[in-house]
């Protein structure tokens, strides 16, 4: 397993950091890992496999509290 931090996930990721932590409440993001009381990171295999969903999802992605119905 390998780490990243916050400066290396938003190199990687081109949202805020409220965007992302918002996201991580829903369950739409990987989980931040508490490596101290003042430090996280987080597990760079499960960032890679949530941007490599996104490019898969086709279009847009649904926006939060919106329900999608498919027919």
Do not use: H
Not at 4 to 29: C, H, Q, V
Not at 55 to 61: D, E, R, V, W, Y
């Amino acid at each position: 397993m390998q780490l990243i931090n916050k400066k290396t996930l938003l190199g990687m990721i081109p949202l805020s950091e409220k965007a992302i932590y918002n996201m991580e409440k829903r369950g739409d993001f990987p989980k931040r890992i508490a490596l101290t009381s003042r430090n996280v990171a987080w597990d760079l295999d499960e960032v890679t496999g949530w941007i490599e969903s996104r490019k898969s999802s086709g279009g847009q992605a649904a926006r939060p509290g919106q329900t999608v119905i498919v027919s």
